[in-house]
């Protein structure tokens, strides 16, 4: 007995998988351009593919159509994969997928016209079984912050990978004729499985998408543009935070104001491109020479601000040296630019009446000292109690 109609349900998943092809393409690829997004787009694709073959080989008797759905079948298994292992940044080699579709597709046609027909419906089973098993794989092992994301997506392959293994075990030792092959595994069955997997993957994708995009907007809320490093604002807000949370614990805290040497001239000399570039390099430069817990961030033009953990003011002083150091020694610079200096002030925040505003302000004099001495230099300034820091 044929559980499901297999005509109808072809027809069906060709129509669903079009339908879902155009809407994600345009609702979500198209506005991200994230690679797990274009692959799963390609997936989608060869299952429409697959559908439109099976039905030509249903209804117009080609002997061709069945071994070419069988190939983009397996190609459409291996880009839900490949989707997958771009979730984590891995790498991924496109040939591999090539290889195992041109396999099941030649494989289903040298035993199609012979007594082991079915062995092309076992190799297709065992590839595309074996490819949603990987990527349900890939989803459990990176369990990140956006597992709630992808959890459904995990399930649904992990489910749909079992399935597909257990009719390849069950074709091969019971054959096409027996009633579990006609039934449960039967290839109704199979194409409504390929469906829930549909549904759920393009609903995973989407959310993931969403948050994805979501976050580069929160990125871009709080990130200048063009240093990629803290805005003013965000600056402020992490810096008054973590200047409380320091004085609470007894951590000593350095605040140090920094402002590139005679940047004018560079603007007025090789334009403002040039200047946008300098101003990359020092954000480059101080992202080199401090640690991934310290704050930095563009303060206004072309100063900035710095919040070092658990340093004193000499260390201070010694941490601007390096920034200057690797500034030095930057390559990206426009050509024919000077490779600039920078001047910083230094305050100990030592005091604990003083607060992050009064702790700037102090660092912007000693800022200012340190270019009247010459520029190029780093000059310590006073706490607000009126003792210079050491």
């Not at 469906?195 to 995973?204: D, T």
């Not at 973590?242 to 940047?263: C, Q």
């Not at 004018?264 to 334009?271: Q, S, T, V, Y």
């Not at 001047?343 to 000292?369: K, M, T």
């Amino acid at each position: 007995m044929v559980l499901l109609d297999r005509s109808t349900l072809m027809v069906v998943f060709a129509v669903m998988t079009l339908t879902m092809l155009v809407l994600f393409y345009f609702d979500t690829y198209r506005q991200s351009r994230a690679p797990f997004a274009g692959w799963w787009c390609g997936a989608v694709a060869s299952f429409f593919l697959a559908a439109t073959f099976y039905f030509m080989g249903e209804v117009q008797s080609a002997t061709w159509a069945p071994s070419a759905g069988n190939g983009v079948m397996v190609l459409g298994s291996g880009c839900v994969w490949a989707g997958t292992r771009s979730l984590a940044g891995r790498r991924i080699r496109p040939w591999l997928l090539g290889v195992a579709a041109t396999a099941a597709v030649a494989i289903d046609a040298a035993v199609r016209s012979t007594d082991n027909a079915r062995m092309g419906s076992i190799a297709l089973l065992a590839m595309m079984g074996a490819a949603i098993g990987l990527a349900s794989l890939e989803l459990w092992r990176e369990r990140a912050d956006s597992w709630h994301l992808v959890r459904s997506l995990a399930v649904a392959t992990a489910g749909c990978a079992a399935y597909y293994l257990s009719r390849t075990v069950g074709l091969a030792v019971l054959g096409p004729e027996d009633p579990l092959s006609q039934g449960p595994f039967g290839t109704g069955v199979t194409l409504l499985m390929a469906m829930v997997l549909l549904v759920v993957v393009s609903s995973s994708i989407t959310s993931l998408n969403y948050a994805r995009r979501t976050e580069d907007l929160q990125e871009m809320a709080y990130r200048d543009g063009l240093t990629g490093l803290l805005n003013r604002v965000e600056f402020t807000y992490q810096a008054q935070r973590r200047l409380r949370a320091n004085l609470a614990a007894g951590v000593n805290t350095v605040i140090v104001m920094a402002d590139l040497d005679r940047f004018k001239a560079i603007n007025d000399r090789f334009g403002h491109d040039a200047g946008d570039g300098v101003m990359r390099a020092f954000a480059d430069a101080c992202r080199s020479a401090v640690r991934d817990a310290d704050l930095v961030g563009r303060y206004g033009g072309e100063e900035f601000a710095l919040l070092l953990d658990g340093v004193d003011a000499e260390e201070g002083v010694r941490i601007a040296g390096r920034i200057n150091a690797s500034l030095a020694e930057h390559s990206s610079l426009p050509a024919g630019v000077d490779v600039p200096t920078a001047s910083f002030g230094v305050v100990d925040a030592r005091d604990r009446h003083a607060g992050l505003q009064r702790l700037l302000r102090e660092a912007d004099r000693a800022l200012y000292n340190a270019k009247a001495d010459g520029r190029n230099r780093a000059a310590v300034g006073f706490t607000a109690a009126g003792t210079q820091t050491s």
